[in-house]
Every structure is written in structure tokens, then in C-alpha cells.
């Protein structure tokens, strides 16, 4: 699966992103995780970014909320993007490659598919199999969660 992403990628984006064997974003595109803001757990968002990106950019994405975005431009130089295109281009861009993987012998990309995955999979389903768990300890009641929420600020935030 390739990923197109255009405008804002945030929070549960990330499962997508995450489940992706590149990404392709156009100039537009800024990634956050608004979980601590609004007093929740980013789990499953920060296993799949911690595998996507060095340590400490997933460590401060998650921790920071909705103070701070990475914008395009970043996430391409750190990795989390492996191709930036001009404002609209991101979905022809992931297109265009998905065509030539498409027009490989099958058996040759699945065997890689799996090599690849094999690579990352064994710590990342150790750390999934913890997130219910982390969830369950650090997560404010609802109400509280909407209270913030609702208080957000619009300007809120930074752009790296």
C-alpha cells in the first residue's frame, strides 16, 4: 500500500500511514498527534511513527500534541515521507508508483513485501500488544477529553 497524503495527517492517520510502504506527500501536507492534548494515550500512533521515523521525532510529535506540526518539508528530510511533490501532486505521484510495483512479477514484490515486513514486524507487534494496556492507564474520562477539546485553540500550534 502507498500513501498520498495532502492537508492534514493527524491521530488515527497514522494507523494508515503506518500500514504503508512509503508515503507520498505534496508541499501542503503536516502531520500531528493530538492525543496528549486532549489527555489520551497515543499508542497504537506512536508504535507505528517510532517505526517510521527516528525516536526522537515520533517521541517529540507525540509528546507535544497540538503545539507543534511537521511539515512536509520535515517529514520528508527525517523519512517519514519518501517523495514530496508540488501542492496536488502527492496522489499522481503515489499513482505513478503503484503502477510500476503493479507491473513487477507478483511473486517477486510479495517476497519482498513480506522480507520488509519481517524486519519491523516482531518488535512493532510487541509493542501493539501493549497499547490496550497503556491506554487503560493513562486516558481521561471522555467528558474531560471533550472539555479540552472544545477549549482548543485554532492558532494554537507550530509549524517545523
Known amino acids: 500500500m502507498i500513501a498520498a497524503v495532502r492537508g492534514m495527517a493527524c491521530g488515527g492517520a497514522f ?3 503506518g ?18 492534548t486532549y489527555g489520551m494515550v497515543s499508542a497504537y500512533e506512536a508504535v507505528y511513527m517510532a517505526h517510521r521515523m527516528p525516536y526522537g521525532e515520533a517521541a517529540r510529535m507525540a509528546l507535544m500534541g497540538t503545539a507543534e506540526r511537521i511539515s512536509a518539508r520535515r517529514a520528508y528530510e527525517i523519512g517519514l515521507v519518501s517523495e514530496l511533490t508540488a501542492p496536488g501532486g502527492a496522489l499522481e505521484a503515489a499513482v ?7 507491473a513487477c512479477p507478483p511473486e517477486g514484490v510479495q517476497g519482498t513485501v513480506r522480507a520488509l515486513w519481517a524486519a519491523k514486524e516482531a518488535a512493532r507487534a510487541q509493542a501493539l500488544a501493549q497499547a490496550p494496556a497503556l491506554i487503560a492507564l493513562g486516558n481521561l474520562p471522555v467528558e474531560r477529553q471533550a472539555e479540552l477539546f472544545a477549549g482548543r485553540r485554532k492558532d494554537g500550534f507550530r509549524v517545523r
Open 15 to 17: 494507523y494508515l500511514l
Open 96 to 102: 505513478r508508483c503503484a503502477a510500476v510495483v503493479a
Open 19 to 36: 500500514e504503508s510502504e512509503f508515503v507520498v506527500a505534496d508541499e501542503t501536507a503536516s502531520f500531528f498527534d493530538p492525543h496528549t
